[in-house]
């Protein structure tokens, strides 16, 4: 899937630096791609594993950037120019195939996703985008988000609602209205700092044969349920080129889960819950 996450019109400082080091990881995986190996291929899903296993590094690698920038200027009376020479020496010891200008690129665009994160969500856009309507529906559950009496929207259990970044604002998600979508308080709170796919943890979304005859499968972890849309979400954007923002609009909130291969088990590789209107166009 991160192969093509350059393909996604970035909307934030954090997405641009993601697909910078997506770039940059992928060209060097280029010549011994995992999902062709064959102990991959014993996982059942192949090529579809080996492009998880790649992404997953890939989204470490940028969390690792991420946390490594916010420490060294978290002190903003810190001279800018010393916080850029020691991002410069770790970013160099750690990307030491790239040449000066790449790691130059890297270094502004780590920086730059820096500056956009952490920032409180402006209170005028905030009343902006819950005005727009009088009701709202969580972007990841569905569930109905209204305002009550002293304008605190709230979903139906009465629990406040927030605007969510679409991409986290802790890795770069910048608070503006193209990374801002309802979201209900339970939604909020399982999402946390997720911004793809691979890095969630699939290793335990596996399940049997005819699961759809369990007891459990209404009871899945909400984790899992916003694992499966981001996917869709991901997939969706890369193929359209447009915003994970948009994206997400067109997916919906996740639906019920179902297999692809009904005579499979129920992993991660063989489940969905978008809507079947969107078709083939996804996973």
Known sequence: MTDSFTQIKPSTAGERLFQRIGTYGLK???????GQQRFVRLTGRGVSFGSYLEGSM?????KRVMK???????DKSSDPAV?????TAILRDWFGWLDKEALAVLVRDAVRAEGASNHPI???????IWHTRRVHKCCFCGKGLTADTHSVVRDVDGTKATLEHVWPTSLGGDSIAENLVPACGNCNKEKRDLFTWEQGSIHDFIYPID???SEFLPRLPVTQRILLQRRAVITLAQRERIT???ALLRV???????ALDASDTWDFFNTQNHFDSLGELLW
């Not at 060097?28 to 995992?34: F, T, W, Y």
């Not at 890939?58 to 940028?62: D, K, M, R, S």
């Open 252 to 258: 919906g909130p996740y639906g019920d889960i179902k």
């Open 68 to 74: 490594a920038t916010h420490g060294i200027f978290r």
């Open 122 to 128: 402006p209170k005028r856009l905030e009343t902006d």
């Open 244 to 246: 994970l923002k948009q």
């Open 211 to 213: 699961f759809h005859l």
């Open 83 to 87: 916080c850029n020479a020691r991002l």
């Open 58 to 62: 890939i989204a470490f690698t940028f």
């Open 28 to 34: 060097d995986l280029a010549p011994n791609r995992l």
